[in-house]
C-alpha cells in the first residue's frame, strides 16, 4: 500500500544509538529481574514456612531518628528508603527519553504514551467495576495499572533474541511512562497527612542538588566518589522533608532525576565530549538498583502467609484480588492494543511493515507483570495487617505469572517467525536456496 508523505509510522526503525542504548538496558535487566524473582521467590517460600515468624519479625524491626520522624521498619525502610534509588534511576530514564530519546518528538511519543495510558486506564476501570460493592477493595484500584520494567524487560531478553528493536524500545517506552503515571498516581492519591511546611523546604535541597550538577558536571562525571561525598546527602535532605510531608519519599527520587543534567552544555565540551551527567549516574548506580535495592525491596514486601492451598482458594474469593488478576491478565493487554489500534484507524499513524498486530498484543501481555510498583501502591492501598493487603499481593504474583506465561506463548512464536525471517535474508545474501538453511 502506498503512504502519503504525512502518514507517520511507529514502532519502526529507531537510530542505531537508541538500538544499542535499549540493548544495554535488556542485559543489566535480565540480571536484574533475575534477582528480582529469585528474591521474591525466597521471600514466599520463608513466609510460608515454619520459621515464618522470625521473617516477619525481622521485617518488623524498627530502625531510626524519631525526632526526625523517621522511625521506619526495616520493611518500611526497603519500600521508601532503598526504592528511591530505583526511582531516581526512573527519573533520568524519563528525563533521557524526553531530552534526546524518541520520546522528544511528539509524533513517535504519541503512540507509546497514549498506548501507556490506555495500559493505565482499562484495568482499573476493570478493578474498580469488580469491587464497586467494597468501598475498601476499591481503594486497591491502582495496583494493577504498573508494569514491572526490571521484570517485564528480563522477561523480553529472554524470549525475543530475534524480535525487532522497535518491539523492544516500545516496551521500555511503554513501561517508562507507565512509571511517570504511577508516580504521579502515588504523589496524588497516596499522600499521607499532606504538611506544607516540609514539602516547601524540600525545594531547597532540591535546588542545590540542580544547581551543582549543572554547574559541575564534569566534576561529578570524573570523580566517582564526589556524588557521593557531595550529591547523595543533598539528597537524603530531600527524601527526609519529603518524607515528613507526607508524599511518599520515592517521589524525591523521581525529582532528584530529573533535576540531572542529560547533555553536556557547550562550555563543558559539548554532546562530542561524552555521554552527560545523567547517563554517568545511571551506569554507575543501575547495578545498586537492580542488584541490591529492588531485590532487597522485592524480599520485604513479598512475604505474605498464603496459607496453603485453602488460603488461596479462600483469596480467590477476594474482589480485590479477582480485579487485579483480571486488571493486569486482561487489562493491560485490553488497554495497549485498543489505544494503539484506535490511534491507527482515526489518526494517520500506522504500524511499521515489518511488525503485525499479534506483535502488540504480546508486548501488551508482557506489560501485565506488575511487580515493584504494585507491590509498593498495595502497601500503600491496605497497609500491612489489612487483608486484602495480603490478597492483593498474592494476586500480582499469580497475574505476573500468568502475565509472563501467556506473552512467552506468543512472543516465543513471534520470535520463530523473525528468527526464519532473519535466515532467509542472510541466505539470500549469500545465494542459499531457503530449503537448505537452517534455523
Given at each position: ?88 534511576l526512573t527519573g533520568l530514564e524519563l528525563k533521557k527519553e524526553f531530552v534526546i530519546g524518541d ?336 534455523t
Open positions: 500500500m502506498t503512504r502519503n508523505n504525512t502518514t507517520r509510522t511507529f514502532l519502526g526503525r529507531s537510530s542505531f544509538a537508541e538500538v544499542k542504548r535499549i540493548g544495554e538496558i535488556l542485559r543489566i535487566e535480565t540480571v536484574g529481574g533475575a534477582l528480582l524473582v529469585a528474591a521474591a521467590i525466597v521471600a514466599i517460600i520463608w513466609a510460608n514456612s515454619p520459621w515464618a515468624d522470625k521473617y516477619f519479625a525481622v521485617r518488623d524491626i524498627t530502625l531510626g531518628i524519631p525526632a526526625l520522624h523517621l522511625e521506619l521498619t526495616i520493611g518500611q525502610w526497603a519500600s521508601d528508603g532503598l526504592l528511591a534509588i530505583f526511582f531516581f520520546l522528544r518528538t511528539p509524533a513517535t511519543a504519541l503512540v507509546p504514551v497514549a498506548a501507556a495510558f490506555g495500559g493505565v486506564a482499562v484495568p482499573a476501570i476493570v478493578f474498580a467495576m469488580i469491587n464497586l460493592a467494597s468501598p475498601t477493595g476499591l481503594q486497591g484500584w491502582a495496583i494493577p495499572t504498573a508494569t514491572d520494567i526490571a521484570f517485564a524487560v528480563a522477561v523480553l531478553a529472554i524470549l525475543g533474541s530475534h524480535l525487532p528493536s522497535a518491539l523492544r524500545i516500545f516496551l521500555l517506552t511503554l513501561a517508562v511512562v507507565d512509571d511517570l503515571i504511577a508516580i504521579v498516581i502515588i504523589a496524588i492519591f497516596y499522600a499521607d497527612g499532606f504538611t506544607l511546611t516540609p514539602l516547601l523546604l524540600t525545594l531547597i535541597p532540591l535546588a542545590a542538588y540542580a544547581t551543582l550538577t549543572h554547574v559541575f558536571p564534569r566534576f561529578f562525571g570524573r570523580n566517582p566518589w564526589a556524588p557521593w561525598v557531595i550529591l547523595l546527602p543533598i539528597g537524603v535532605v530531600a527524601w527526609a522533608l519529603l518524607h515528613a510531608s507526607g508524599v511518599h519519599a520515592t517521589i524525591a527520587g523521581v525529582a532528584l532525576g530529573f533535576a540531572v543534567p542529560v547533555r553536556r552544555m557547550v562550555k563543558h565540551g559539548g554532546p562530542q565530549s561524552g555521554p552527560g551527567l545523567a547517563e554517568v549516574l545511571e551506569h554507575r548506580l543501575r547495578p545498586l538498583s537492580s542488584g541490591l535495592a529492588v531485590p532487597v525491596f522485592a524480599f520485604f514486601a513479598a512475604g505474605v502467609a498464603i496459607g496453603g492451598p485453602e488460603g488461596f482458594v479462600s483469596a480467590l474469593t477476594d474482589p480485590v484480588m479477582i480485579g487485579i488478576l483480571a486488571g493486569l491478565v486482561l487489562g493491560k493487554p485490553i488497554g495497549i492494543t485498543l489505544t494503539t489500534w484506535l490511534l491507527t484507524r482515526f489518526t494517520k499513524a500506522r504500524l511499521d511493515s515489518s511488525l503485525a498486530w499479534i506483535d502488540v498484543i504480546g508486548v501488551g501481555m508482557l506489560a501485565g507483570i506488575g511487580f515493584t510498583v504494585s507491590l509498593l501502591v498495595a502497601e500503600l492501598s491496605f497497609g500491612a495487617d489489612s487483608p486484602h493487603g495480603d490478597h492483593a499481593k498474592i494476586a500480582i504474583f499469580t497475574a505476573s505469572v500468568l502475565a509472563a506465561l501467556l506473552a512467552a506463548v506468543v512472543l516465543r512464536a513471534r520470535n520463530r517467525h523473525y528468527r526464519r525471517i532473519e535466515s532467509a535474508q542472510r541466505g539470500d545474501e549469500l545465494g542459499v536456496p531457503l530449503d537448505d538453511q537452517t
